[in-house]
Nanobody, 126 residues
């Protein structure tokens, strides 16, 4: 049974930091590409960052480049998203997703991915 479980969301002040985690189980983690996407109220889900678990290649949306950092610990079957210099527009539900192609692709197409987590709420507000 495949599971992706996100954690680490919460309330942060503008300029603050949060670290999200996504624990995976039920599939061969190291063969996949993993992504983080977010959905703000009333908006479409958008890709934020992705990583190849084979070679560590990473990509970022322009809106988070230089502020967010994606990483993985293959021994723990976990992918992380370190979010720094948070802005109110970063508010939303953050999801992790797994792609069996293993090739990291920045896309807003939710059908691209094989598995999704349940999401974790991030709120950036003073």
């Amino acid at each position: 049974q495949v599971q992706l479980v996100e954690s680490g969301g919460g309330l942060a002040q503008p300029g603050g930091s949060l670290r999200l985690s996504c624990a995976a189980s039920g599939f061969t983690f190291s063969n996949y590409a993993m992504s983080w996407a977010r959905q703000a109220p009333g908006k479409e889900r958008e890709g934020v960052s992705c990583i190849s678990l084979r070679d560590g290649t990473t990509y970022y949306a322009d809106s988070v480049k230089g502020r967010f950092h994606i990483s993985s610990d293959n021994a723990k079957n976990t992918v992380y998203l370190q979010m720094n210099s948070l802005k109110p527009e970063d508010t939303g539900v953050y999801y992790c997703a797994a792609d069996s192609s293993g090739v990291p692709v920045m896309t807003d197409d939710t059908t691209w991915y094989d598995y999704w987590g349940q999401g974790t709420q991030v709120t950036v507000s003073s």
